[in-house]
C-alpha cells in the first residue's frame, strides 16, 4: 500500500507540477468540512457522512493551505494500517507470497486513486478490515465498535450487519444478553451521536440522507428512473461511440470483483467473501450499475484482488516451468493495473472525468 500511495504523489506531482494545493471533486468538501465543519461547505456538504473528515481533521488543521497533502498523508496512513490488516486476515487461508499477492494487485487496481486521495474509502477500508480481523478473532465490541465507525464513512456499513448475525443467535441460546446489549449499543453509538448533533445543528437528523437523496435523484434526470431501466441503460452508457473510456473499465471492474470473488470463494476467508458478495449486491441497489461512481463504489469489494492472486496461486506447482508461468501471469496482471493507475491517477489530479 506504500508503494501504491508513493506511486500516487508520483503522478499528482508530474501531472500538476507538483502542486499541494487543490482539492478536487469531493475532496474539497471533506477538506473543508474537517478544517471548519459543515456549514463552510455549503448544502451539499450536509450529503458527507463525518467519518472520515473526522480522521483528517488533525492534519486539515496543521495544513490548512495544502488540501492535497493533508488529504493524501491522512488517507495514505489509513489505506497502510488497512493493508496490513488485511495482510494478516489472508495469511489465515492463503500463504505468505499469495497474500502480498492479493494486497499489491488492491494496491494497484484502476481505481485504488481513492485510497490515496480525499475521499472516504480509506477509512471505510480500515473499519472493514478491522471489523472481519476482530470478528475472527472473537474480538465482538471492538468488531460492532468498528462497525458502527464504518456507518459514518459510507453506508455500504450495511454489508457487514449480516456477519454478526451467527454472534447473534449464539448469544441469544446462551441467554448472554448483558454482552448482546453491548455490541448494539456500541455498533448504533456513532450513528446515533451522528443524529443527534445534526439535529443540534440542524433541525434534522437525517439530513444527511435526504441531502444525498436530492443530489442524486433530483439533479440528473436519471436518477430517478425505476431500477431496472437504470440498469439496461447502464449498458448503453459505457459502451455507446462517446462513453468515456471510464465507464467501460467500471462496469468491467464490477463484473470482474463478482467473477473472481466467486471463484475463489472457498480459498479466502469466508467473512471477506460474505462481505464482498453482500457489498456488490448493496451496490447494484444503489447505482443499479450506472457507470457514474461504479468503479469506485465496486472496488470496496476488498476480496477482489486477493482472489485473482488466489486462482493464480492456487494450487501448488509442478516444476519450474509452472512456478514462472504463475509468476509471468501475476507480473503482466500487475503490471497492467499499474499502468491503469497512473492514467487514472493522472486523470483525477488534473480534474478528468475518473470515476
Known sequence: MACGALSFLLTHGYATGWNWTNDLWDTGY?????????????????????GYPILLAPAARLLPQLPFLASFITSSILSMIGGAVLFRLLCKRL????????????????????????????AFFVCVVLTLAWLTDGYLLLAAFATGYAFLCRPYAFALLPLFLPVAW??????????LGWI?????????????????SFGDPFMAAKALTHWQKYESISGS??????TMLAFHFAFRDSAPGTWSLSLITYFLAACATLAAAGRLPGKLVVYSLLLLVCVYFTDALVPVNLGRHAMLAFAACPAIAALLYGTKSDG??????RHGAFAIALLFFIATFVVMGSRFSLGLWVS
Not at 471533506?30 to 463525518?50: E, N, T, V
Not at 448494539?184 to 443540534?200: F, N, Q, R, S, T
Open 320 to 325: 519450474a516451468w509452472a512456478t514462472a508461468s
Open 30 to 50: 471533506y477538506f473543508q468540512i474537517a478544517s471548519s465543519g459543515y456549514r463552510s461547505g455549503g448544502g451539499h456538504a450536509l450529503a458527507f457522512l463525518p
Open 95 to 122: 500463504d505468505t507470497w499469495t497474500s502480498l499477492a492479493g494486497i499489491a494487485l488492491l494496491a494497484f487496481s484502476p481505481f485504488a486513486i481513492y485510497f490515496y486521495n480525499g475521499y472516504s474509502e480509506p
Open 225 to 230: 428512473w425505476p431500477l431496472p431501466i437504470r
Open 184 to 200: 448494539v449499543l456500541l455498533g448504533a453509538a456513532p450513528a446515533l451521536i451522528y443524529c443527534a448533533w445534526m439535529y443540534h
Open 170 to 179: 449464539q448469544l441469544v441460546r446462551q441467554r448472554d444478553f448483558w454482552k
